[in-house]
């Protein structure tokens, strides 16, 4: 009969146990540490991002190995007491007869049941463009408020590696104040946060954006496909998907941009009471509000617009309220979607509740004498979005939200603000306030010896972004439902 071991060599056991734990936990985070380390060589200097990456994969690593790992047994915890009854008996000689099994009384036939519904993906045609790993999901799990401490005492991460570049001054004073930068998509999604049963959507900025998303949600967690990436700007951008044809044709397609651009301004008059954007507010703006940009006005109006884009001055002509059709030129097709400036702090979830300027001056535009409106008073925001039709038939080209024949007549945008806000800060007083025209993502004059500062730009990737323009395939296929596609 083998010897019970003593308390003792049960002891020891455990702490051996324990000790192997450790020791595979060390070596798989110095494991971590060394490719995150080979990675910034290869880069520059990144040591505080190296830190923060770190940390936040050592944390999940040690949560899922407390998780998933195997118990290990305290010895000197009591067995449990048998259940009653002996489950290893002793009499092996002949087993009772299997007895017969009861009658069953036929079951009468289910009544149908309703079709299952089906759940709509959130996320299908991730990152169509193409967009490197590093500068799409770069700060992935770091808030804002964390990044915010190790950047710069006033601006937080706007100094960080992988929020800005140096050395790109701003275009000059202007009388107005812009502040512009581009955006990629991040994927296509059915539903949104201002509707989550809303049809096919194409998004930019927040990697994780859905239908559930909120302003909390977005600046804690997400990667981000605007200038800046995820330490600068989490806000989700959004409109509906661009499609060749009726959603339930099987040859329609869906049309991705050649260019996104994310445009904040303001009146010169105004512009230096434009307030910081209230994380958690929730925009809308297109033609469902019943607003119409005049061809002579279409940047003065808070509404929605197409036409094409002119390339000698980059602007929309030809403007009308649905797609034009195909004009033989080569010019992009444009869409101009405007939102409301002055805002209901109590209900930014509620975007009816926000004022735009033409209802509450009947169709007035945007003129000086216009906007002494009373109300919390934001910076102008409008998303530009060009579409390379390489020469296609346009006759049939819709939104996924237009009823049938509206061909583009539904045209509306929506944002979920998720700013970083000493981010916000920089680019509101060092290109609003200070009436700069910082038109490709730079941020102002703002002191501190961060002039020239911008925001980091969509890298290039070959075959697919040059210049910040997308240069890559055209066209998707329309996603099946059910299953997310990275395709």
């Keep these: 009969?083998?010897?019970?071991?003593?308390?003792?060599?049960?002891?020891?056991?455990?702490?051996?146990?324990?000790?192997?734990?450790?020791?595979?936990?060390?070596q798989r985070l110095d494991g971590i540490a060394t490719q995150l380390n080979a990675a910034s060589v290869a880069r520059g200097n990144h040591t505080d991002s190296i830190l923060s990456r770190i940390d936040t994969l050592a944390d999940a690593l040690e949560a899922h190995l407390h998780r998933h790992a195997d118990p290990i047994i305290d010895p000197f915890t009591p067995e449990p007491d048998p259940p009653a009854g002996d489950p290893y008996p002793t009499d092996y000689g002949e087993s009772d007869p299997t007895p017969e099994p009861?009658?069953?009384?036929?079951?009468?036939?289910?009544d149908p049941q309703p079709p299952v519904e089906v759940e709509l993906p959130t996320h299908v045609h991730v990152n169509p463009w193409g967009m490197d790993d590093e500068q799409v999901w770069e700060g992935f799990g770091a808030s804002h408020s964390f990044l915010n401490k190790v950047g710069h005492d006033v601006y937080g991460a706007l100094t960080r590696d992988e929020v800005t570049d140096p050395g790109r001054a701003d275009n000059g004073p202007h009388p107005?104040?812009?502040?512009?930068?581009?955006?990629a998509p991040s994927h296509f999604g059915y539903g949104c946060p201002a509707n989550p049963a809303a049809p096919l959507m194409m998004y930019a900025g927040n990697t994780e954006t859905t239908p559930s998303s909120t302003g909390e949600s977005l600046s804690q967690r997400g990667g981000s496909?605007?200038?800046g990436r995820a330490g600068a700007n989490r806000s989700a951008y959004w409109m509906p998907a661009l499609l060749t044809g009726p959603a339930d044709d099987p040859a329609t397609e869906v049309v991705l941009p050649r260019r996104w651009t994310i445009y904040y301004k303001s009146k010169g008059a105004v512009a230096e009471k434009c307030q910081p954007i209230p994380n958690d507010l929730l925009l809308l703006g297109g033609n469902f509000l019943n607003a119409w940009m005049d061809d002579d006005k279409i940047y003065r109006?808070?509404?929605?617009?197409?036409?094409?884009?002119d390339p000698s001055n980059d602007i929309v002509v030809d403007v009308e309220r649905t797609i034009p059709e195909q004009d033989g030129t080569?010019?992009?097709?444009?869409?101009?979607?405007?939102?409301p400036q002055i805002i209901d702090t109590d209900n930014m979830r509620t975007p009816g509740a926000h004022e735009m300027l033409e209802t509450k001056r009947n169709g007035a535009v945007w003129d000086q004498d216009q906007l002494d409106v009373d109300?919390?008073?934001?910076?102008?925001?409008?998303m530009l979005l060009d579409f390379d039709t390489e020469g296609r038939d346009t006759s049939t080209w819709q939104l996924s939200t237009d009823q049938p024949g509206d061909r583009g007549r539904s045209l509306y945008g929506g944002v979920l603000f998720a700013w970083n806000p000493m981010v916000e800060k920089a680019w509101l007083e060092g290109a609003i306030h200070a009436r700069r025209n910082a038109s490709e993502g730079q941020l102002g004059t703002i002191g501190h010896g961060l002039d020239g500062l911008t925001l980091r730009r969509i890298q290039d990737v070959p075959g697919r972004i040059k210049n910040q323009h997308y240069i890559g395939p055209k066209f998707l296929p329309m996603p099946a439902v059910g299953g997310r596609s990275d395709d």
């Design 330 to 339: 080569g010019r992009d097709l444009r869409c101009v979607i405007g939102f």
């Design 1 to 26: 009969m083998t010897d019970e071991p003593t308390y003792e060599e049960l002891g020891a056991r455990l702490d051996a146990g324990n000790e192997a734990r450790r020791a595979q936990l060390e």
């Design 301 to 309: 109006r808070e509404a929605a617009a197409w036409g094409w884009r």
């Design 375 to 382: 109300g919390y008073r934001i910076a102008h925001l409008q």
């Design 225 to 227: 496909t605007v200038q």
């Design 176 to 183: 107005d104040g812009n502040f512009r930068f581009q955006a």
């Design 102 to 110: 009861p009658a069953v009384d036929p079951q009468p036939e289910p």
